[in-house]
């Protein structure tokens, strides 16, 4: 039987790469923030009776970080209030979700891996919001899958990876954050774990991805130059300078360490995570392929 699944935010990073790595037993109802305002209850409610989706994957987010500081309403009406609609809608329908969140919910002062169950401090605005957004979700479905990730990139969209190229290729001199540490996560590879889960509907709670592995914006960046020069998306290299984040001051506080634990994922859905550097290879690769395709 085909599983009907509806995405929402399916214009963003992870919407695209959930359609392209969507199975033959997936039939993908993609929606993006146009197609579909989440925190409309009508709209919702019309949308669900329109596709009678089995499974719904929440990636829709309010994803501005510093304009939250300023912005805290628009933030929670996309990070609360929609995912909300959301969730009372699939209660209603006996529907499964699976909403995506992140390492924002963290303050970052921890020098282990945060477990899905450690305790939470957001810093800003925008993790304030989608940590209220999860609780939002949890009261109104508590057997929702929600998944934390972060440092998310593909061959879509605005993100890290797009950024450092478009600059390589500009400019001869590079300064990049050294002291904020995560684990960047391939949206590839994400949309496979998401699929995971979609296929295990027994499972529910806070879980984490990312990929595997830790390094710094400024290590990131490094690699970033060094796969695009093998893979010739770069003809020369560039001096990439490690800084301190007090030397680039944003409007929102970012998290100084926010490593996942992945333990119970690679556990609950049978897989191995695979290297941030090899991932990051792969997306390259794949992005080449999209520009030369």
Known sequence: MTQKVLVVGAGGQLGQELQRTSGPAIECLPRTRTQLDITDRTAVAQCFASVEPHLVINGAAYTAVDKAESDADAAQCGNVVGPLAL??????????????????????????????????????????????????????????????????????????????LRLMQEKDDLAVVADQIGTPTWAQGLAEAVWGFAARPQLSGIYHWSDVGVCSWYDFAVAVCEEALALGLLVR????????????????PRPAYSVLDKTSSWRDLAVAGVHWRQQLRAMLEDYKGLQHG
């Open 87 to 164: 969730a009372q809608a699939c209660a209603q329908q006996g529907v499964k979700l699976i909403h995506l969140s992140t390492d924002f919910v963290f303050d970052g002062r921890a020098s282990q891996p945060y477990k899905p169950d450690a305790p939470t401090s957001p810093l800003g605005e925008y993790g304030r919001s989608k940590r209220a957004g999860e609780l939002a979700v949890q009261s109104a479905l508590p057997q929702a899958v929600i998944l934390r990730t972060g440092w998310v990139y593909s061959s879509y969209g605005s993100n890290f990876v797009k950024t450092m």
């Open 237 to 252: 290299p560039v001096n990439i300078r490690p800084i301190l984040a007090t030397e680039y001051p944003t409007p929102a």
